[in-house]
């Protein structure tokens, strides 16, 4: 039985648009742009400012401590300045439920709340943010739980035995029915706005002017809600683009032809053998002296928490192998008007002159070294749709390009570490870019694949390096030597008509029970 259930994509996409009245006729009629979005706080196009990045953050597994808190606490107390917080999604574990909020990202986060110093009265669908928090959906934040989990807890010992922990920690009694409960936490939830008042809502908050049509204001303090499941923002001269890639991330066919069956076989046997995992997991999870698994043993090889992460990790690799099997699933309809809006946006930003940059992020890195997401379909099905859509924008602006790369900074989460990559002659438009995972903010971190710091493809019949990690932090050491990490980067942006901006990683680093903390500086981004 699965542990957790995703919708699929055409229902993730019927769902979100009907929370937000997407095919609302008043939206045309007012000139409103749905995915446009202003922040409250507007500065000169050529001022150099700070923001954070956050991702993969929103657990509260540790119950003696926690890296999400100390994560956070380190982010406020060392960067105050910082304009607005990105987070790249998962934002509630495991499954995105309502009954996590209050644990699992109000308690963390309380200082980037209105009314945080009494943060047990603030409901997870009226939260406001005290400075832009401006975050995209993860998997994790549509994931469900299968309904004969909650009939057969009740039922069998051996299950309630282990929801004891699960409950405690990462699971509810159910999920985020479809993403609904992170819509309500922080989309402008329109469907539950009457007919009679949805004018009036609409002229109140989507007063913003763009190139585009108006937009949602947005204002801390006062009124802090997203627009859609993906939007964009202009920021000192900067144009964000923020995507939901749990809509463009379906596997790609697997080829038929001989090696396309070997392949196949792989795969199968993949799955037979992380299949046996989980439930030796399981097994052993279920067997734990309640005592043992409540004692502060955060970097204990067999602890709780280290076990629930392995669970948490198997199951992802089971979930991508038998999404790459399942025909369905390969065949499944992508969705492309997202990727058409984002090559209109990147063309649009291309044009104008007073934009000096282009960053996007999202949830899952077409790039990345860590060792369960590298070789992933997912990965590689958002690596083939996004350069897809900077082939064509090359295409269309390639004289205003010159010798820059077409975006300057694309930033994601889902593999739990920081890596800044970079990608070498792809033979693509996503040439020469700098990726930077943000997943290490809070949840069970991993490790770096065996195989080294450099991706390769399989180009006209021969493997070429198509990318370089710079950089990776993540779990290290064996035992009582393992180290965790965690971290949030903070990016400095500096003044001038020309971007330049400065990646430095900050760590809460857990090992042998102490914690320390530090900076990592990266070198400055042309």
């Known amino acids: 039985m ?33 995915t446009q979005l202003s922040l409250d706080d507007e500065i000169d196009p050529v001022q150099g400012f700070t923001f954070c990045v956050l991702g993969d953050s929103g657990n509260g597994v540790h ?21 607005f917080i990105l987070h790249t999604g998962d934002v509630v574990y495991l499954v995105g439920s309502s009954e996590q909020y209050p644990e699992n990202f109000i308690r963390p986060y309380q200082e980037l709340l209105v009314g945080g110093d009494r943060f047990k009265q603030i409901r997870y669908d009226a939260m406001v943010f005290n400075r832009p928090f401006l975050p995209v959906l993860g998997n994790h934040d549509y994931y469900d739980l299968p309904i004969a989990y909650g009939v057969l807890s009740q039922l069998l010992r051996p299950l309630r035995q282990a ?5 405690d920690l990462d699971v509810g009694w159910h999920g985020s029915y479809q993403g609904d409960a992170y819509a309500r936490a922080f989309l402008d939830y329109l469907n539950d706005i009457p007919e009679s008042e949805l004018q009036q809502h609409l002229e109140r908050h989507y007063t913003a002017q763009t190139s585009t049509g108006k937009g949602l204001h947005y204002q801390p303090g006062k009124f802090t809600r997203l627009p859609n499941r993906y939007y964009r923002f202009r920021y000192g001269g900067i144009d964000f683009f923020a995507l ?15 090696r396309g069956d070997a392949h196949r ?3 199968r046997a993949d799955l037979e053998r992380l299949q046996a995992e989980r439930e030796e997991h399981l097994q052993i999870i279920q067997n734990l002296d309640p005592k043992e698994a ?16 392995k669970v948490e990790q198997i199951e992802e690799l089971i979930s991508d192998i038998e999404k790459q099997l399942d025909p369905n699933t390969v065949n499944e309809q992508i969705d492309y008007e997202q990727l058409e809006w984002l090559e209109r946006g990147l063309i649009e930003s291309w044009q104008d002159k007073t934009v000096r940059g282009r960053m996007i992020y999202f949830h899952h890195p077409p790039y990345v070294t860590e060792a369960t997401k590298w070789h992933q379909g997912q990965t590689l099905a958002v690596r083939h749709y996004l350069r897809g859509v900077f082939d064509r924008v090359e295409l269309a602006v390639k004289p205003l390009i010159d010798k820059r790369p077409l975006v300057d900074l694309v930033l994601s989460g889902h593999a739990h570490c920081f890596e800044h990559i970079e990608t070498l002659d ?17 949840f069970s971190l991993r490790r770096q694949r065996e195989e080294g710091n450099i991706l390769q493809e399989r180009i006209d019949g021969k493997l070429q390096d198509v990318a370089a990690s710079h950089q990776f932090i993540g779990k290290t050491g064996r ?4 180290k965790h990490p965690y971290s949030f980067l903070q990016v400095d942006v500096l003044p001038g008509q020309d971007l330049k901006f400065k990646l430095k990683p900050q760590v809460a680093e857990y090992h042998q029970h102490q914690w320390q903390y530090y900076t990592s500086d990266l070198e400055d981004a042309p």
């Open 2 to 34: 699965k542990l957790v259930s995703d919708p699929t994509i055409a229902r993730k996409i019927a769902k979100m648009q009907e929370r937000v009245r997407w095919h609302h006729p008043l939206f045309r009629q007012l000139g409103i742009d749905r």
């Open 63 to 83: 119950r003696h401590d926690s890296p999400q808190r100390r994560v956070a606490e380190l982010m406020v107390r060392s960067v105050p300045s910082a304009k």
């Open 163 to 167: 929801f004891r922990y699960s409950i």
């Open 244 to 258: 939901d890639s749990n809509t463009f991330n379906a596997p790609l066919p697997i080829e038929s032809n001989d």
């Open 265 to 267: 076989q792989t795969l």
């Open 294 to 309: 409540t004692q502060p043993t955060l970097n204990e090889p067999e602890s709780l928490d280290e076990l629930l992460g």
């Open 426 to 442: 792809t033979g693509h438009a996503d040439r020469g870019i700098k990726w930077v995972v943000c997943g290490g903010s809070g």
């Open 479 to 482: 035992g009582a030597y393992k």
